[in-house]
């Protein structure tokens, strides 16, 4: 899930102003959004009086950290642990994290043991279980305001909690889930699912639309920071921009202007004029929001050309992961199976640096406000790069098995990982050029 922690200076990023296909194809102008603030007004009379005002920010949770003793370490990746905080009481892999938006002091984490669970980042105490699931649970997150937590299970049950309380408000069974993501300013819930239906309600009321997709499932998802819009990616490698408004597609793109294998993951640059897609087919593609049209086409260096994938194959020795945005330059950044994350200079199209892992990298974030960019891989490994230079800052170590998903706070002092060894680990940040 996304992520979380991409606020940051968009007055400090240079204007995109041409940005040029490979080869001799004409110049796209990429048109801007207008910077000012997105006008909620229309998705609230949608959803029918949904309340968007800020509340008044609660203070941060202020218990010194409790250092967890550390256990005996099993497997190939034992070592040093660096983590501050253990919480185990997973009993199987723990698929996803997120943390609670407000005060980043709350983490929510789903694993294959069928739980879910929210405990404090501080001490590791658990507040409450997200019971009542019955199949592993593959994403669980909080809502812009911090006030209700959701979980998903891959049956397709979904849960809504009431945090203050620890009482369920809402629940609701659809197709075998791919994915969900919270509304970034409404109590609205929005998943992707096996079926090709992309789905949203307002929770706790559980008012309901369905955005139909091509007839398979709708691998990955993003609200567009306008909140207006969701960009939704699909296993037949096309690509939907969904007015969640209106509840029709403004752009579809399939055939060449898609991608030759199923989608993995997307982004959205700051003020959602930009999109980044990425797919099996080991593409990453750039594409504009307003126009819908793909301006660029990014591939790692190191993967030879292959023929295009035919429907339903997909690359044996490679794909996109992960890739985002950052907020201070012009720069994105890719992950692939292969241990490469690539830097991408948005304004020129070119490589800018290649990262080598010693495996699969399963996640990338960009530190908010900098140029810095965090990995979690299959290694187990959490790593800092600074993009301007290519260079590794710093590393994390604690895990005995794969890392399968991480969330940044947003001041970049925690990062909070889960693992395939049961485990969700706290790391405190400590970099010495801040």
């Known amino acids: 899930m996304e992520s979380e922690s991409e606020s940051g200076a968009a007055a400090d ?32 009379q949608e959803m029918e009086d949904v309340d968007f005002e800020e509340e008044e920010e609660e203070e941060g949770n202020e218990e010194g950290w409790v250092l967890e003793p550390q256990e005996g370490v099993v497997g190939s990746m034992e070592g040093p642990d660096d983590s501050e905080v253990t919480f185990a009481l997973h009993s199987a892999s723990v698929f996803c994290v997120s943390l609670d938006p407000k005060t980043n002091t709350l983490a929510v984490t789903g694993g294959e043991d069928d739980k879910a669970f929210v405990w404090r980042l501080s001490d590791g105490e658990l507040l409450f279980e997200c019971a009542g699931h019955k199949d592993s649970v593959t994403c669980a997150g909080f809502s812009h305001d911090s006030t209700l937590v959701a979980t998903g299970d891959m049956s397709g049950l979904l849960k809504v909690w009431q945090v203050d309380t620890k009482e369920e408000v809402w629940s609701f069974e659809a197709g ?109 593609k750039l594409v504009s929001a307003t126009t819908g049209k793909v301006v660029g086409v990014f591939r790692p260096e190191t993967v030879a050309s292959q023929p295009s994938l035919g429907e339903g194959e997909e690359s044996e020795s490679n794909s996109v992961e992960s890739l985002g945005f950052c907020s201070v330059m012009p720069l994105a950044a890719v992950g692939y199976l292969d241990g490469t994350l690539a830097i991408y200079d948005l304004s020129t199209q070119t490589l800018r640096h290649q990262c ?25 490994i959490v790593r800092l790069w600074d993009a301007r230079t290519g260079r590794l800052l710093t590393d994390y170590r604690g895990h005995t098995a794969e890392i399968l998903d991480f969330a940044l706070s947003k001041d970049a002092s925690l990062v909070v990982t889960t693992s395939g060894d049961h485990k969700a680990k706290v790391f405190c940040v400590q970099r010495p050029d801040r």
């Open 356 to 380: 080598q892992h010693q495996s699969g990298i399963v996640q990338l974030l960009w530190e908010a406000g900098t140029a810095v960019v965090y990995t979690c891989s299959l290694d187990g």
């Open 176 to 284: 075998d889930l791919e994915w969900m993501e919270w509304h970034p300013r409404a109590p609205v819930l929005l998943a992707g699912t096996a079926d090709g239906n992309t789905w949203m309600w307002k929770v706790p009321t559980g008012d309901c639309k369905t955005f139909q997709g091509p007839n398979c499932p709708a691998t990955c998802g993003r609200v567009l920071p306008d909140g207006k819009r969701a960009v939704v990616g699909y296993e037949d490698g096309t690509i939907r921009i969904w007015d969640l408004k209106q509840g029709n597609s403004i752009h579809v793109l399939k055939g060449t202007e898609g991608h030759q294998g199923p989608l993995t993951c997307v982004a959205a640059n700051q003020d959602g004029s930009l999109i980044l897609t990425g797919s099996v087919d080991c593409q990453a």
């Open 13 to 44: 990023t240079p204007p995109l102003e041409t940005l040029s296909f490979h080869g001799d194809e004409e110049i796209i102008e990429v048109v801007e959004l207008d910077p000012g603030p997105p006008d909620p007004d229309d998705l609230v």
